[in-house]
């Protein structure tokens, strides 16, 4: 696994990187979270917004961001994050850096890169979805882009490199499982969700949570869209008491066990949904539909 040194390249800038010291666990970009006013002289050692990166391990750095391939080949340049990525996670590089019009040199442990999108297979892409209604919701991955087995670039390709906050994910409708109930909506596909009932996941476990205990009106609603076209909405609405009906009709006819993944129901909802059933065994049928898993929940707001 390669490391990450947490900086990001601001080229309108000449070239100064935006970001932090890897090490750093409560921001998941690799920044310290701080902006330079606000920064503390425990940050002295790390990295801050605004720093000029001007060489790793002694290597210079160009004004373009490249470096000298080897002293044998001058005159042939290449991106300086090769000095980054050839390092393993936890591994220390020394960076000299031009903060407020002051050289300094700085020892920062590299850490792994967080990404927005997942990138790895069975590493950090778990196969997570969730079914509603026939439409099936997933996070962002690069082997979910990958299996659609497109000849056109990829829309998707502006969320590749961002880093990501917490447990933030893109979701996007991964496609429309044809039915009567979602009549209309089928083909669509590769929509980036925005909104639930107004509600805005960060996650897919925040969307479970929402479908589960937030959802009180008659129609449900899921506002998406088009990567590039942020001024248009694609809006699939539905009857909620259709959608509950169809739940085990949909699932049956494409032969899916459980409504959502295992590892999209948080510690936190199991825990609701294990203090209002004590019986293992009811809890352990309830997972597999969102109609059961509503149905325990509410019964809990009665009492």
Not at 46 to 63: E, K
Not at 101 to 122: G, H, I, N, P, T
Not at 131 to 160: A, D, I
Request: some cysteine; aromatic content about 6%.
């Amino acid at each position: 696994i390669v490391g990450a040194v947490g900086c990001a390249m601001d080229r309108e800038s000449n070239d100064a990187p935006a970001g932090g010291d890897a090490k750093q666990e409560n921001d998941s970009d690799g920044s310290n979270g701080e902006s330079a006013e606000g920064e503390t002289d425990d940050d002295e050692d790390h990295l801050r917004g605004n720093d000029v990166l001007l060489a790793i391990n002694s290597i210079p750095i160009g004004m373009d961001g490249t470096i000298q391939l080897s002293p044998t080949r001058p005159d042939e340049r290449i991106n300086f994050r090769s000095l980054v990525t050839c390092q393993r996670v936890g591994s220390k590089v020394s960076l000299d850096v031009l903060r407020n019009k002051q050289r300094r040199e700085l020892d920062v442990v590299l850490d792994m890169s967080k990404f927005l999108v997942a990138q790895y297979d069975d590493f950090d892409a778990v196969p997570l979805y969730v079914v509603v209604g026939g439409c099936v919701f997933s996070p962002l991955s690069l082997p979910l882009v990958q299996e659609k087995k497109s000849k056109s670039p990829s829309s998707f390709s502006r969320f590749y490199r961002d880093q990501r906050h917490g447990h933030e994910q893109v979701l996007v409708l991964s496609k429309v499982l044809n039915d009567e109930v979602n009549v209309g909506y089928h083909g669509w596909k590769n929509l980036v969700l925005k909104s639930v009932n107004g509600y805005e996941p960060t996650n897919i476990q925040d969307l479970v949570a929402v479908l589960v205990s937030k959802m009180h009106s008659a129609m449900i609603e899921f506002r998406c869209g088009l990567v590039g076209q942020d001024d248009a909405d694609y809006v699939i609405c539905m009857d909620l008491k259709e959608v509950l009906q169809s739940e085990h009709r949909v699932l049956k006819q494409h032969m899916i066990a459980s409504w959502c993944s295992t590892d999209a129901l948080s510690k936190q909802l199991r825990g609701e949904v294990e203090k209002c059933e004590p019986s293992e065994a009811k809890r352990t049928v309830c997972w597999n539909t969102m109609k059961d898993m509503r149905a325990i929940l509410e019964r809990k707001e009665e009492n």
